[in-house]
């Protein structure tokens, strides 16, 4: 089925671990986005790329890298998780200059 | 900046009541507005959309009028099932890059 996928679903890690978050859509889509969901917040954009070979911060990119890959593939680095990383994490993507979203069904990061 | 404002939520209907959600946005120039719903355990999905004043977006139901005099864009639904239980997300796109801001989310729950 044509749509977003992430992985992994589920993580916990450790404080001070690293990880990358994986987000690939085929829908041939330019651009592509990261979002946390928090309780009571919304959701925050970390990081975007309009088209491949760009990215550009977000609301909230402290702590976190991203990497467009290839026009398919965005993915998101913690370097050194902190409990405050704890979240529920979506990608998303969408055509240039368009206006709808597809979104993943999310990660839920654990950081103990 | 940009933004977006939801009533707090939950909101807690009976089965066939009426629904209205509220949502008024703060942006600069003519933001296209959306709204997102994110039922249990998945990503969001796009419900339905406006770009322009007095537009009128309408999916599955549920329908919201572009209102640039009010800066509005409330959700409603003329009788809500059980199934309708989710969180229900308002947003607008921010500039030409089509990076979306959201609302912090309304969380309805309907009662057989």
Redesign the interface.
């Known amino acids: 089925n044509a749509g977003v996928t992430q992985t992994p679903k589920f993580q916990v890690l450790k404080t001070g671990q690293s990880m990358t978050l994986q987000c690939a859509q085929d829908m041939n889509h330019n651009s592509m986005y990261w979002y946390r969901q928090d309780p009571g917040m919304g959701l925050r954009l970390i990081y975007y790329s309009a088209s491949e070979g760009t990215t550009d911060k977000g609301e909230v990119p402290n702590g976190y890298n991203v990497s467009r890959l290839n026009k398919r593939e965005f993915s998101l680095r913690l370097e050194s998780a902190a409990p405050s990383q704890t979240s529920v994490y979506f990608c998303a993507s969408s055509p240039r200059d368009s206006y709808g979203y597809t979104f993943g069904s999310g990660t839920r990061l654990t950081v103990v | 900046g940009n933004s977006?404002t939801q009533m707090e939520g939950p909101v807690t209907l009976s089965e066939e009541a009426f629904l209205t959600i509220n949502c008024t946005y703060t942006a600069t120039g003519y933001p296209?507005l959306?709204w997102?719903v994110q039922y249990p355990?998945?990503?969001?999905?796009?419900l339905l959309?406006a770009?322009k004043a007095d537009d009128k977006g309408s999916n599955k139901g549920f329908e919201a009028t572009y209102r640039k005099e009010t800066t509005s864009f409330h959700l409603e639904k003329g009788s809500v099932q059980v199934s309708d239980s989710a969180v229900y997300?308002c947003a607008l796109?921010s500039g030409?890059?089509?990076?979306?801001?959201?609302?912090?989310?309304t969380t309805l729950q309907v009662k057989p």
Do not use: A, D
């Not at chain 2, 355990?41 to 796009?46: A, H, I």
């Not at chain 2, 030409?96 to 989310?105: C, E, H, M, S």
């Open positions: 977006v296209s959306f997102y355990g998945e990503g969001l999905q796009l959309k770009t997300f796109n030409n890059t089509g990076k979306l801001i959201f609302g912090q989310g």
